[in-house]
């Protein structure tokens, strides 16, 4: 049921319809010079405030969904046990009960994985975010990653259609003991119909701290064709698909991981010959390392994503990927 709560949630009152709760401060100039009241539903109204909020704790025999509150257009089915290799990984699929993210939309979602958890967080499908012609449209995403818990939070892609203004926040709040998996993706448009780099603004934001607040690193991007290219150097160079995986463990040296993702991704641009570029790299703090990934098309950057997720899951768990649940 739209805003009723699913199984337990916490007993604080909290008035999700707040506009204080699901609003982000500081979003970019960029996406909110294009602020306005939308001609059809305003923001705040049904359906255009979408909230998740997911808690997982540790029984003896796996990761359980122990709290659960869902708002339309935002919901789940329950979690899914299929990973043969780890049987106790909880693997949840977010989504969403309409097409897509519109003009005026504001997301949120809350992933708690308690002490020793397991978790795997993916979505449906890419998110489509469409035309707007009046306001814009955010996503709040916050990961919590307790004490020795293994998290994977990897959503497909976004794709911001022509004249879309979109801006999300990713927060992960990880424990020092925590390994967390991180995937983050866009194409530049709907590339298999020649739109390229047509959307008013793309604006992201990652943030990584520790529960005391102390900040880890952060990743920002800003693509605004209207204002800067992006399409040179240190952008989308002539790519139409981006990609970034981030792997935040203290489990191994950090130049391991960097390694690890190094060797993976080679095999993967020697193979796509010249439709793949990238690149990996320690995090700060010694946190783990990252890479990015620029490809022309996706199926090849999906690969590329796949192996380097098989690879740092082997060397962290010593187990691969699980199958494909999807065609």
């Known amino acids: 049921m739209d805003g009723s709560p699913v199984g ?39 359906g255009k405030v979408g909230i998740l909020e997911l808690e997982f704790g540790r029984t003896d025999r796996r990761t359980e969904l122990t709290g659960h509150y869902q708002k339309t257009p935002l919901q789940i ?10 049987p106790e990984m909880a693997y949840v699929m977010v989504m969403t009960a309409g097409g897509g993210i519109v003009q005026g939309d504001r997301y949120r979602m809350d992933f708690t994985c308690g002490p020793d958890t397991e978790v795997n967080l993916t979505t449906q499908a890419a998110t489509k975010v469409y035309k707007m012609e009046q306001d814009y449209a955010t996503q709040l995403v916050t990961v919590t990653a307790g004490p020795g818990s293994y998290v994977e939070y990897l959503p497909h892609p976004t794709i911001p259609f022509a004249h879309s203004r979109f801006y999300q926040r990713v927060r992960l709040v990880a424990d020092p003991s925590a390994t967390v998996i991180l995937g983050e993706g866009m194409l ?10 047509d959307y008013d603004a793309y604006c992201s934001d990652l943030e990584v701290t520790r529960p005391d607040g102390e900040t880890v690193f952060a990743d920002t991007v ?12 240190a952008v989308l160079g002539d790519f139409g698909v981006m990609a970034t995986l981030f792997v935040v463990t203290g489990e191994v040296p950090a130049p391991v991981v960097a390694d690890t993702l190094h060797e993976a991704l080679a095999v993967q641009v020697e193979r796509a010959g010249g ?43 010593g187990a691969p990927v699980p199958a494909r649940r999807r065609p």
Do not use: C, F, K, Q
């Open 8 to 46: 337990r949630v916490s007993a604080d009152p909290v008035d999700r319809l707040d506009p204080g709760y699901y609003t982000i401060d500081g979003v970019p100039g960029a996406v909110t010079a294009h602020a306005g009241i939308p001609d059809m539903l305003p923001v705040g109204s049904p």
């Open 275 to 317: 439709a793949l570029r990238a690149g990996s790299s320690v995090l700060p703090r010694d946190s783990g390392a990252w890479a990015r990934i620029l490809g022309e098309e996706s199926p090849e950057v999906e690969a590329a994503m796949r192996a380097a997720w098989d690879a740092v899951r082997r060397l962290l768990l």
């Open 222 to 233: 800003r693509l605004v064709p209207s204002e800067n290219g992006v399409t040179g150097p």
């Open 188 to 197: 530049a448009g709907r590339l298999a119909r020649g739109e390229r780099n």
């Open 77 to 86: 089915m329950r979690p899914l046990y299929y990973d043969e290799h780890r």
